[in-house]
């Protein structure tokens, strides 16, 4: 199936969404079981600690403004986004913002997209 452009913008959306409400079922629904996450210091994370620190309120974001978004769909039907992402928020209780660039790949799993493989990368200045 080709690579929606709208879809995956959609799937986005969705995902931003349901991160700044720390909205578990969500995110369970756009996570891939097998994700690969690697944070902005070199942390490998799957998805289950990736929803457990949701669920137990460890992160709690207040924003998230998305800008300069591309998207490269790739030859299997998946699809690899771009996307700088700046962040306001909590981590473990402490404030935290900045920019960040976020490459995520989204498949296709029945008919849903989902995030397999995630990368953040924090951006300097």
């Given at each position: 199936?080709?690579?929606d452009r709208f879809s995956i913008s959609d799937?986005?959306?969705?995902?931003?969404?349901a991160m700044l409400a720390s909205d578990v079922a969500r995110l369970e629904a756009?996570?891939?079981?097998?994700l690969v996450f690697v944070d902005q210091v070199g942390a490998v994370h799957g998805k289950a600690a990736d929803l457990a620190l949701h669920a137990a309120g460890g992160l709690v974001l207040e924003r998230?403004?998305?800008s300069e978004q591309r998207i490269l769909p790739l030859?299997?039907?998946?699809?690899?986004?771009?996307?700088?992402?700046d962040i306001a928020g909590r981590y473990a209780g402490e404030p935290f913002a900045g920019?960040?660039?976020?490459?995520?790949?989204?498949?296709?799993?029945?008919?849903?997209?989902?995030v397999q493989a995630a990368q953040c990368t924090a951006i300097a200045g």
């Open positions: 199936m080709p690579t799937a986005e959306a969705a995902l931003r969404e756009l996570i891939a079981d097998d998230i403004d998305l030859a299997d039907g998946g699809a690899c986004v771009s996307v700088r992402a920019a960040y660039r976020y490459m995520r790949v989204w498949v296709r799993q029945g008919a849903a997209w989902r």
